[in-house]
């Protein structure tokens, strides 16, 4: 697959009135909260799968996120037409492009966040493409979505001091949490923001917005701390993650040195505010000998393209102080195979310190498979604790790397998801491959050409999810999204994989790249 291609994809995933709100939040007293991503406070964990080119009201790659609420109790659509939405579903929106969730208001009720980052504004009677938009959607006892608290924010109404242009893309990334002091935050990428820095205008530099409780503020590479240098392209926030402690930042445009075109950064900042701004920790790249971390820059690396966080506990700690960041590097060149693809884990600590704890590609000594062009390993990664209560270990860290141009047989892009104990001696020791091949694996279903399986993940201490919005196959030609426990991952137990589908379960039985999670 061409990076062309894969670009496009990539895209395709990530797809002037003032903020509003409607209705009332749930009571308290009916949320028992405790749980991430519990939309109706029962103390169970509910699921949000994306279809951001689905069809809404006409409207061709408009989109759309569904919750799934568990124990059976009911399926809920979310669109720009759910009633109090400030929003009309247009052609292009891709609503659901990006997702977040945390208790916004406190009630225990987790509530939705949503990007739409082709969402168009319109500004004094003209259209500004590409602005981007961002909703908040209240959960409620009852479920989520119509009858919900919503509120509404094009950039400036999210924060005054900013100005709504054409193709800033804000809300294509999105990160929320609790702060390990118990505040609740909310980062905002937007990859297309120009930025001026000593009278020079660099087009799609990129920053991102930071509110922690009631504070708001915008992040830029021009801001004093913060590592690097504004340079046009350098798409700084078309990545985000995050843990209690710290969020990182991807700029996968970053030029390094003169010559590294799109060879891409990664900043890492604390929740801790200075002039209410978070204070910025440590700049990662490939550049420069001795920083600590594999590899050379190179044009079109892309490093930080995707992104994942975990707590970490070291053996010195009775407390998850450090973290462990997952950066995938889909476009590195593995020798001369070029788009072949790799992935880096990295240790944070406290003080900003880091260490490279895992290198890997296709080439890595012990790891199942070779270095192919246009395989892009790391396309996406996902970095589980399994078990945030005891010292971290190779028994408790999973990292899954996405392979989605990798060929299955003779079946082109059907694509792949590489598990690594990226603690281990020898990470590739323990390594499994998850393809869509009939009757083998955890993973069910056939592997039809570009699938691009892969390209859609996510993970918690107890499970994978694994999207294939792009399936081809004649059982899930709409998308399916895999819930597959590591336990299973790891063959420890045989509780199966839990199937999402459109037209199972109470999920209607429409879409276009039902699937869409990370």
Excluded at 76 to 88: C, D, L
Excluded at 204 to 233: K, L, W
Excluded at 314 to 326: E, R
Excluded at 379 to 404: F, H, K, M, Y
């Amino acid at each position: 697959m061409s990076s062309v291609g894969l670009a496009a994809v990539a895209a395709i995933i990530f797809a002037a009135t003032g903020a509003i709100s409607s209705g009332q939040p749930a009571q308290a007293a009916a949320c028992v909260g405790g749980t991430a991503t519990d939309f109706n406070g029962d103390g169970v964990t509910d699921t949000v799968v994306a279809d951001p080119n689905a069809t809404v009201s006409g409207a061709v790659r408009a989109g759309l996120v569904r919750v799934v609420l568990s124990g059976g109790k009911g399926v809920f659509e979310i669109s720009q037409a759910t009633s109090g939405m400030n929003a009309v579903p247009e052609r292009g929106d891709q609503f659901g492009a990006s997702r977040t969730a945390y208790d916004v208001d406190g009630d225990g009720c987790t509530d939705l966040v949503v990007g739409a980052p082709y969402e168009d504004v319109t500004k004094d009677g003209a259209d500004l493409h590409d602005a981007g938009a961002v909703y908040v959607i209240h959960g409620t006892a009852a479920g989520i979505g119509a009858g919900s608290a919503v509120e509404s924010y094009t950039q400036a109404q999210f924060d005054s001091a900013t100005v709504t242009e054409e193709y800033d893309r804000f809300g294509f990334a999105l990160q929320s949490g609790t702060t390990s002091g118990g505040a609740g935050y909310l980062a905002i990428g937007v990859p297309g923001e120009n930025v001026s820095s000593d009278g020079t205008d660099y087009a799609d530099a990129g920053c991102i917005h930071y509110q922690q409780g009631a504070t708001r503020t915008t992040v830029n590479q021009d801001d004093a701390g913060v590592p690097g240098t504004v340079e046009a392209h350098d798409r700084f926030g078309y990545s985000l993650t995050g843990t209690n402690r710290y969020f990182a930042v991807g700029a996968p445009g970053e030029t390094i040195g003169t010559e590294a075109t799109f060879a891409g950064a990664v900043t890492v900042f604390n929740h801790t505010l200075a002039n209410n701004v978070p204070t910025a920790l440590a700049g990662l790249d490939q550049g420069a000998t001795g920083e600590g971390l594999a590899g050379v820059a190179e044009p079109d690396d892309q490093f930080g393209t995707a992104m994942d966080m975990t707590n970490f506990r070291p053996g010195d700690q009775t407390y998850n102080s450090d973290a462990l960041l997952a950066i995938g590097v889909p476009g590195e060149a593995v020798g001369s195979v070029t788009g072949a693809g790799a992935a880096s884990v990295i240790r944070i600590q406290p003080s900003g310190a880091y260490t490279e704890l895992a290198a890997v590609d296709s080439s890595t000594d012990g790891v199942e498979g070779f270095p192919t062009a246009g395989d892009f390993f790391g396309q996406r990664v996902t970095v589980a604790n399994t078990d945030t209560t005891v010292v971290s270990s190779n028994a408790t860290i999973r990292l899954a790397v996405g392979i989605p141009g990798r060929d299955v047989g003779s079946v082109k892009d059907a694509g792949a998801v590489q598990i690594l104990r990226p603690l281990d001696t020898s990470i590739g020791a323990n390594d499994k491959i998850l393809s869509r091949t009939a009757g083998t694996g955890a993973l069910p279903g056939t592997a039809t050409s570009r699938d691009y399986t892969g390209i859609s993940m996510t993970s918690g201490g107890a499970n994978l999810y694994l999207g294939v919005p792009y399936s081809k196959a004649s059982a899930t030609p709409r998308g399916v999204l895999y819930a597959i426990p590591w336990s299973v991952i790891d063959g420890s137990t045989n509780t199966g994989t839990t199937t999402f589908q459109p037209g199972e379960g109470g999920i209607p039985d429409a879409g276009t790249a039902f699937g869409v999670v990370g």
